[in-house]
């Protein structure tokens, strides 16, 4: 089931009242009667929307970890759907209607965003942007750029708000909430960023309606799998210099399949992940893990860890 025994690379259980189950690149999503939902955390590695052959020990369980402890820090703010997490990979909660659109916000002009502003673009997702800015220089107030959520192996695409409500693909009264939701989390994420010497550059949130129809936050949020973070500490100095900023984000692990020739296009091999890169890799998210959250990492017992994993969920649902 995986490469050793360290690592989780799938997980294939039959849970009582199960009623579906979903493999995405890096989490596996199995659905349960009464709208409930239980997501467990994977060591798989994707870049370049590429999943890498061999897992990274505890990178599902730091990823877990992150999400559920920012969801617990933003829910006075924001209700989400997480209702328990019974294992160090896994998150119950409640199966949710997710809206069609990832809300991208972002407060610094990097990534994405600098490449079409370095085209010449002055205008992205309807958001027009000031002559003269420069690379990772913040922006005013943080804007927001929404992407069309893409169906499996497609990539996400830009759209503007007015797009969105021509289109009919959010309602103009739920837009607003999702506005409203996503500007809040990213405030309160770059308040626990600063507490930790961070800045949060830009991020993407998912909402959903419950059952009920209440607008919840799903999926993940504040991790280094769906954030981009600068340290706060020389920032502005680098900025003066035109020197790179210090990231804290996957970045590094797409540097290094660049450097190896490989961008995930077609026809490029994957390069292969040696013991030594495999664990340099599981080291920098543990030190992702404990920059962002402050804590010490725990590491959860990699012995069994498919039968951890069932045992847990099952001792949940009972």
Same mark, same amino acid.
């Given at each position: ?21 979903? #493999? ?124 069309? #959520? ?53 991020? #993407? ?114």
């Amino acid at each position: 089931m995986s490469s050793n025994h360290s690592t989780l690379l799938e997980t294939n259980f039959q849970f009582p009242q199960q009623t579906d189950f979903y #493999k995405g690149k890096v989490r596996e999503v199995y659905s349960l009667e009464n709208d409930k939902l239980v997501i467990v955390a994977t060591d798989r590695l994707s870049a370049f929307d590429v999943v890498l052959p061999q897992g990274i020990p505890y990178k599902g369980q730091i990823l877990n970890e992150i999400s559920a402890e920012m969801l617990k820090a933003t829910e006075d703010l924001v209700p989400n759907w997480l209702q328990a997490t019974p294992d160090p990979n896994v998150s119950v909660g409640v199966k949710c209607e997710a809206f069609k659109v990832e809300m991208v916000v972002r407060a610094y002009l990097v990534g994405h965003a600098a490449r079409e502003y370095n085209a010449g673009k002055r205008e992205l997702c309807g958001v027009k942007l000031p002559e003269g800015l420069s690379v990772n220089e913040k922006f005013e107030k943080p804007i927001i750029t929404p992407t069309t #959520k893409a169906e499996q192996g497609d990539h996400d695409q830009d759209i503007s708000k007015s797009e969105i409500l021509s289109q009919n693909i959010v309602s103009e009264e739920d837009y607003a909430v999702l506005e409203d939701y996503a500007l809040k989390l990213f405030s309160r994420g770059t308040e626990l960023a600063k507490e930790r010497g961070l800045l949060l550059v830009d991020t #993407k949130y998912e909402f959903g309606k419950t059952p009920e129809g209440k607008i919840v936050v799903i999926d993940e949020i504040h991790t280094p799998d769906s954030s981009r973070y600068f340290y706060a500490d020389g920032f502005e100095e680098r900025q003066a210099r035109g020197e790179e900023q210090r990231q804290l984000s996957k970045e590094f692990v797409r540097e290094w399949l660049m450097s190896k020739g490989f961008q995930g296009k077609e026809g490029q091999e994957i390069p292969h992940l040696s013991d030594e890169v495999v664990q340099s890799i599981s080291e920098r998210y543990i030190e992702l893990y404990e920059k962002i959250t402050g804590k010490k990492f725990k590491k959860a017992d990699l012995n069994n860890i498919e039968s951890r994993i069932e045992n847990n969920i099952l001792r949940h649902l009972d």
